[in-house]
């Protein structure tokens, strides 16, 4: 095959079907899911800096450096580790 993967990885894994059990919608999944991503980008640039300083938590899952923040909080919410509230008026 040429350019393809027998299984390619990505937003298939975790599958989008096991996500959308999680949450209450697409919407929502991707709301949450870029939220988290930032607070782990946010924690990524503070253990880069080194100055001790660090106000965000990290990863809840095991993740390596290369992994993408986003693929790291969409694992996060396929193994129940966050759990966000909603405000109602």
Do not use: C, H
Request: glycine fraction near 6%.
């Amino acid at each position: 095959m040429f350019g393809t993967v027998p299984e390619p990885e990505g937003i298939t894994n975790p599958p989008i079907d096991e996500l959308l059990e999680k949450v209450d919608s697409k919407y929502a999944l991707s709301v949450y899911a870029a939220q988290r991503a930032r607070q782990i980008n946010s924690y990524r640039q503070e253990m880069t800096r080194g100055d001790g300083n660090i106000t965000t938590f990290g990863p809840l899952v095991e993740a390596s450096p290369e992994d993408k923040p986003l693929s790291v909080a969409l694992e996060e919410i396929r193994e129940d580790k966050v759990e966000w509230t909603t405000e109602t008026d």
